[in-house]
């Protein structure tokens, strides 16, 4: 089943205009060290990425290695309605519901292989008492 208008758009812009600004800093980075030649600020959120990916193959892995995470997320991902969804497929209000404690950003591109990551399981990169 497709849970669909979980969150109106308005209440997803405050984390599409973190990840613009994390865009733009990178992009102006590229840029500094003349790595491009157009930060692209008019193409706008679905394809500025990809046209600095275009110039600067493997930016968007940059953008990936970002450590903060914005309160943006923060706020979405603690949001009680997505939490509720999560409890309901795992298995109900009883079962304890965390986050991975380990952030990424991962911009898709096209025709960009780093970008293409496979099935695996995160929680290998935790402390054993995660589990």
Known sequence: MIKRDVFAPSELQPVMDDIDSQVDALAHKLLQAGRITDVCPSLGFYRRMAAIEAQCPG??????????????????WSDPRLLDIAQQLLGGPSVPVAGHPVWNLRVKVPQTASSVVPWHQDAAYLDPEAA
């Open 59 to 76: 930016a968007s892995v940059l953008l990936h290695k970002n450590p903060d995470l914005p309160p943006s997320f923060r706020a979405l």
